[in-house]
């Protein structure tokens, strides 16, 4: 099978190229410099996690690579704000547009509309990347340990922090435990294969137990179930990233809010 991060990352790199033509590194790292002088401040994702009782990430999320289209028509003006007003710790919002239908744009028309952190969610190859998500908006981003060698994660990490960005880093299997030590705010477990996007929630129990105590632990992917946040959260999970369980109806606020009245039950 076709394994699709590996194009995915192929592509992003091309795609980083062409962005700094457009907009030069030297402009964009400037302008960040000058948001942050001016005091413009961001918002910690670990805490608001650790904070919330039920911890839902509530992703923005238009497209998959592998099943299309999942809401064309979704707004960032409408529906991170229904997901605050549902009850969600934080938002994460889809940036990347080849694959996943997304920009950085939804970023910057979601924040002022919102309080909750921001997560960017992409594949981050690049420290450019981190420029543009504090430039957007964002607080806080994904690293994923599939695309990156530990030194890479270890040092888009320490900008990220220089940025004030704080980092969740995504996990998919066994073998790249050895990133969970890097001095990330978070940790997420994917529970979906990004090789050939097959799901399976108990990659979040298999991994649970080898996961530092000290991070806040988040699993991601193919949950749609209240009763499997309850057995998540006794496994040590304390947020929970949903999103086409919220997008594919035809109001993911209200959908966000009816999930989490049964999580109060």
């Not at 549902?86 to 309080?115: M, N």
């Not at 420029?131 to 994904?142: I, N, S, Y």
Request: proline residues 5%; contains cysteine.
């Amino acid at each position: 099978m076709k394994d699709i991060l590996e194009e995915i990352v192929a592509h992003k790199h091309t795609e980083v190229a062409e962005q700094k033509e457009q907009m030069p590194p030297r402009r964009l790292y400037a302008e960040v410099e000058g948001m942050m002088a001016e005091g413009i401040e961001t918002r910690s994702l670990s805490r608001s996690l650790a904070g919330n009782p039920y911890g839902i990430i509530a992703e923005f999320k238009r497209k998959s690579p592998s099943k299309g289209w999942i809401k064309e028509e979704g707004k960032p003006e409408v529906i991170p704000p229904a997901y605050e007003k549902a009850g969600a710790a934080a938002l994460s919002i889809l940036t990347d547009e080849a694959y996943f239908g997304g920009c950085l744009d939804f970023i910057r028309k979601a924040r002022p509309l919102v309080s909750l952190p921001i997560l960017r969610k992409d594949f981050i190859v690049d420290e450019y990347q981190l420029f543009q998500a504090r430039h957007a908006g964002a607080d806080a981003v994904l690293l994923i340990a599939a695309d990156l060698t530990r030194q890479q994660a270890g040092s888009l990490t320490a900008i990220a922090h220089e940025l004030r960005l704080e980092v969740l880093l995504e996990l998919h299997a066994e073998h790249e435990l050895d990133y969970a030590d890097l001095p990330v705010d978070a940790i997420g477990v994917n529970n979906r294969n990004l090789g050939t996007f097959v799901t399976d929630v108990g990659n979040s129990f298999r991994l649970s137990a080898r996961l530092p105590e000290d991070k806040v632990l988040v699993s991601e992917s193919g949950i749609s179930n209240p009763d499997t946040i309850r057995l998540l959260r006794q496994a040590g999970y304390r947020g929970f990233l949903i999103g086409e369980t919220f997008m594919r109806t035809d109001d993911p606020g209200q959908t966000l809010s009816d999930f989490i009245a049964k999580l109060s039950c």
